[in-house]
C-alpha cells in the first residue's frame, strides 16, 4: 500500500488513488486559501490544486497536460494537477505559494516573483 506524505502527515491509500482524493479524504487540502472553496471540484480545469511530487505516478493526462499549458502554470517544470494524479507508489507532495500553488520560496524566505497575480481578477 503507497504512502504519502504531505504537510508533515503520512496517509496510507491504495494504489490507483486519485492524489487529490487522498488528500481530501485524509482532511488536507491540495488547495491554498480560498482555493479551498473556488476550485473545479477535480476536474482539471482551474490548476488550484497544482503540487510538485516526488515518487511513483501516473503519467500526466491530457486534461492535465493543457491545464499546465497556460498561465500561470505554464512553465513551471515539475507540477502536477493533484486530481489528475494517480499514486502508483510512495509519494513526497510539496505544495507551493500563491493561489495556484505555482510558486516556491526563494533562498531568502520570499516567494519568487510571478507574471501572474496570485487571485483571480474579479469580472464585475
Known sequence: MPTVYYRGE?????????LRDVLLEAGLSPHNGM???????GHATCGTCA???EGDVSEPTAAERRRLSVPPLR???GLRL???TE?????????????WGQR?????????SDEQSDAPESTG
Open 104 to 112: 516556491e520560496p526563494s533562498d531568502d524566505g520570499r516567494a519568487e
Open 10 to 18: 503520512r496517509i496510507e491509500c491504495e494504489r490507483g488513488a486519485i
Open 35 to 41: 482555493a479551498d472553496t473556488l476550485n473545479c471540484g
Open 51 to 53: 503540487v510538485r511530487v
Open 75 to 77: 512553465g513551471r517544470e
Open 82 to 84: 493533484a486530481c489528475q
Open 87 to 99: 499514486v502508483r507508489g510512495d509519494l513526497e507532495v510539496r505544495k507551493g505559494e500563491g493561489f
